[in-house]
T-cell receptor, first 114, second 113 residues
Framework: AQKVTQAQTEISVVEKEDVTLDCVYE???????LFWYKQPPSGELVFLIR??????QNEISGRYSWNFQKSTSSFNFTITASQVVDSAVYFC???????????FGTGTRLTVIP | ETGVTQTPRHLVMGMTNKKSLKCEQH?????MYWYKQSAKKPLELMFV???????ENNSVPSRFSPECPNSSHLFLHLHTLQPEDSALYLC????????????FGPGTRLTVT
């Protein structure tokens, strides 16, 4: 069975602090993709990154970075020097070959306090 | 702007009403999806269409009826809903179903009274 766990329900940080959002996944497939999405108060989920199971290189995009570790089945997301605009709900998701859809975690609500 | 639009953004309807939600994607994608997002629950996949053919119905009650007239448009027809159907309904599209990233619309906030 496939599952995505985001154990942190809510996180609050003060502006300019770094914050890491955890994501742990379960699957028996060897080929899969992992995703992160951001859902600001406006509602739509914004795609942030897709990573395939054969690429364990960490990725950095501006203040965002992702750490993919197959050994621990984790795909964690770090925001450096957080800003108020980063306040949103962040979802981690998993997709499998042959599946029609993404399997989403329950999300982590991040609040950045000015 | 993700290239996926949804109308209306907000909808209040009584349990005996019939209404429709509309989704349009301008990305040239082949797959479209309906999700339901309720408070404190994971996103629930409702329907998947690939090349205008429904490929998944995730045990959704018959009071929700999807329609995909072409690859750019997706509708969700609603009738005799229950208060527990109140939620944010999100439409998404992807190049092909499965492994591709999905692009989401802003959602329709539905309240059933």
């Amino acid at each position: 069975a496939q599952k995505v766990t985001q154990a942190q329900t809510e996180i609050s940080v003060v502006e300019k602090e770094d914050v890491t959002l955890d994501c742990v996944y379960e699957t028996r497939d060897t080929t899969y993709y992992l995703f992160w999405y951001k859902q600001p108060p406006s509602g739509e989920l914004v795609f942030l990154i897709r990573r395939n199971s054969f690429d364990e290189q960490n990725e950095i995009s501006g203040r965002y970075s992702w750490n993919f570790q197959k050994s621990t089945s984790s795909f964690n997301f770090t925001i450096t020097a957080s800003q108020v605009v980063d306040s949103a709900v962040y979802f981690c998701a998993l997709s499998l070959t042959g599946a029609n859809n993404l399997f989403f975690g329950t999300g982590t609500r991040l609040t950045v306090i000015p | 702007e993700t290239g996926v639009t949804q109308t209306p953004r907000h909808l209040v309807m009584g349990m005996t009403n019939k209404k429709s939600l509309k989704c349009e994607q301008h990305l040239g994608h082949n797959a479209m999806y309906w999700y339901k997002q309720s408070a404190k629950k994971p996103l629930e996949l409702m329907f998947v269409y690939s090349l205008e053919e429904r490929v998944e119905n995730n045990s959704v009650p018959s009071r929700f009826s999807p329609e995909c007239p072409n690859s750019s448009h997706l509708f969700l027809h609603l009738h005799t809903l229950q208060p527990e159907d109140s939620a944010l309904y999100l439409c998404a599209s992807s190049q092909d179903r499965g492994l591709d990233e999905q692009y989401f619309g802003p959602g329709t906030r539905l309240t059933v009274t």
